[in-house]
């Protein structure tokens, strides 16, 4: 049984950062090409970013790039969210993902993934 876990988010100001963090269990986490998405109030869910299986390929949202760092630690089954320059539209629950297979045309589709986690709420205030 894979599990996923997410930690790390909070409250914090627009302008500030916050580092998320998703362990990885019950499987062989370099395995697994993962994945953030997020899913506002009222909104449906929305891919933020996505990183291959031995971190050398990094995908972002165009709202997100320049902002957000994906990275992993394969020897931790952990993968990271770095959120810098935090704005109030980036407020929402970040679901942790993986999928064992991958395409780029397929990245953004919750749908292709196989796991997920419990969503850790992020909220940004002015």
């Known amino acids: 049984q894979v599990q996923l876990v997410e930690s790390g988010g909070g409250l914090a100001q627009a302008g500030d950062s916050l580092r998320l963090s998703c362990v990885v269990s019950g499987g062989t986490f370099s395995n697994y090409y993962m994945g953030w998405f997020r899913q506002a109030p009222g909104k449906e869910r929305e891919f933020v970013s996505a990183i291959s299986w031995s971190g050398t390929n990094t995908f972002y949202a165009d709202s997100v790039k320049g902002r957000f760092t994906i990275s992993r630690d394969n020897a931790e089954n952990t993968v990271y969210l770095q959120m810098n320059s935090l704005k109030t539209e980036d407020t929402a629950v970040y679901y942790c993902?993986?999928?064992?297979?991958?395409?780029?045309?397929?990245?953004?589709?919750?749908?292709?993934?196989?796991?997920w986690g419990q969503g850790t709420q992020v909220t940004v205030s002015s």
């Open positions: 993902s993986a999928r064992r297979t991958f395409t780029r045309p397929t990245m953004g589709r919750e749908e292709r993934y196989d796991y």
